[in-house]
């Protein structure tokens, strides 16, 4: 079953936090993805990943990183987190067309 | 450089009519061009793919959409709407990366 995870679905962080989510796919998919989505609004690339240790930034790098040691699990983490990242994060991963996780709501107070 | 239009931000059908949601695209060359759903508070969800070929490509649940390279579109299609069909829907071409549209918010009328 292709299947894209992320972790944890629901987040509160206090600004100046350190925040990590968590995506796994179980497709060997060699790239991966993370956007925000703001209500209303598309998907803004962040990060790209093209295989382990290999990643590019997106359109809206600023503020996260990511890292990805194994080919099926790809972090996003925010470093002191900020209310303006308050926002739902989605990974995703793709040969072609991409497969999307369920999303992580996350909120910065 | 890639980008991908949907020119209607929203889209009001009764149930039961047709429906056609606009998508248009600037790529130079042949592009991959899918249409993704996206459900309340759901990931979005593939509905369905054009790989160069059958310029009508049929998805899910009744969708249909067809590529037209004279005129730069990937227009989504169905027959008849029905309530659960209300979502967003995001309209997107693959060129090294995925490129997505802003979506268009399907509203269906009793």
């Known amino acids: 079953d292709m299947k894209v995870t992320q972790m944890p679905r629901y987040l509160i962080k206090r600004m100046g936090e350190n925040v990590l989510l968590e995506c796994g796919q179980d497709?060997?998919?060699?790239?991966m993805y993370w956007y925000r989505q703001d209500p209303g609004l598309g998907l803004q690339l962040i990060y790209i990943s093209y295989d382990v240790d290999s990643n590019s930034e997106g359109d809206i790098p600023k503020g996260y990183r990511v890292s990805r040691k194994k080919r099926e699990h790809f972090s996003l983490i925010l470093d002191s987190a900020k209310t303006n990242q308050t926002s739902v994060y989605f990974c995703?991963?793709?040969?072609?067309?991409?497969?999307f996780g369920p999303g992580t709501r996350l909120t910065v107070l | 450089a890639q980008s991908v239009t949907q020119p209607d931000a929203r889209v009001t059908v009764s149930e039961g009519a047709s429906l056609q949601l606009r998508c248009k695209y600037s790529?130079?060359?042949?592009?991959?061009l899918f249409w993704y759903v996206q459900y309340p508070r759901q990931g979005l969800q593939l509905l369905l793919k054009y790989y160069p070929g059958d310029p009508v490509v049929q998805g899910v649940n009744g969708f249909e959409a067809e590529f037209s390279k004279s005129n730069s579109s990937f227009h989504l299609r169905k027959a008849s709407v029905h309530w659960s069909d209300w979502a967003v829907y995001f309209c997107a071409v693959s060129y090294n990366r995925i490129f997505f549209g802003d979506g268009t918010q399907l509203v269906v009328k009793p």
């Open positions: 995703a991963s793709s040969r072609v067309e991409q497969y």
């Open positions: 790529y130079f060359g042949t592009p991959y």
């Open positions: 497709m060997s998919h060699e790239t």
